[in-house]
């Protein structure tokens, strides 16, 4: 989990950055941008539905974003986030700092396949984009990273399934709804983000959960349970 939402934080801190600094495009027009910035970031297409760029105020919204599986992982949507919402300080950005008033995200589907060597779709997408992360760290360079006051975060399910057993897929309910994270301030709280929500999804249906499927979760939240209290 944590990696999931460190990746999804660097790419939208990159059009968020962008689109601040002065490149104000109509909607229609920002929807190609984002769908184009995901693919090249990514290597995965995306669809979406909407982006609403705020000009009055300093805010950015997509709706509907769908991304989808590389052929070697059967194709099928990887991600739905039915909601993206930013609220930034429009000042901070002016003097080089990245700070966000207000994070919403909703995810409603998290869909990992293994293909037919065992490997994780999540993980070739790390593995392959650790370059274009560092790129998108690089245009943010000269900009500093102050926090998000408040994240409102909704997660709605995960599914584990095998291209090798198609028929055997496993689904897990997150059960979080606008779960409210106040003063995120750097990488590692984000990263306790993600134990804590592993960790509430993990004991909140424990029948429902095996030890592989808790260990999963364990490592999308990139550490271990143990030892938390």
């Known amino acids: 989990m944590k990696r999931l939402l460190r990746w999804a934080l660097y790419l939208f801190v990159v059009v968020v950055v962008l689109l601040a600094a002065g490149i104000l495009l109509l909607d229609r027009i920002a929807k190609e941008v984002v769908q184009s910035a995901i693919r090249s970031q990514t290597g995965l297409d995306a669809k979406i539905e909407k982006v609403t760029v705020g000009l009055a105020t300093p805010t950015f919204t997509i709706e509907g974003l769908t991304l989808y599986n590389t052929a070697e992982f059967g194709g099928s949507p990887m991600l739905n986030v039915p909601e993206f919402h930013v609220e930034y300080d429009r000042d901070a950005i002016f003097s080089r700092n990245l700070h966000l008033k207000l994070v919403r995200l909703n995810i ?5 396949v293994k293909n037919k060597q065992g490997r994780e779709n999540f993980q070739a997408l790390q593995d392959k984009n650790r370059v274009s992360l560092s790129d998108a760290k690089s245009r943010t360079a000269g900009f500093t990273f102050t926090g998000i006051d408040t994240l409102n975060l909704t997660l709605g399910k995960l599914r584990i399934s095998s291209l090798d057993a198609p028929n055997r897929r496993q689904e897990i309910s ?8 106040h003063n995120i301030k750097s990488e590692a709280d984000l990263g306790g983000v993600g134990v804590l929500l592993a ?3 993990s004991f909140a249906s424990p029948s ?3 030890h592989a499927e808790q260990g999963l979760l364990q490592e999308l939240a990139g550490k271990k349970l143990k030892g938390l209290p």
């Open 108 to 112: 409603s589907e998290v869909d990992v």
């Open 174 to 181: 997150f059960g979080i709804e606008n779960q409210v994270f």
């Open 199 to 201: 960790a509430r999804s």
């Open 208 to 210: 429902t959960s095996s």
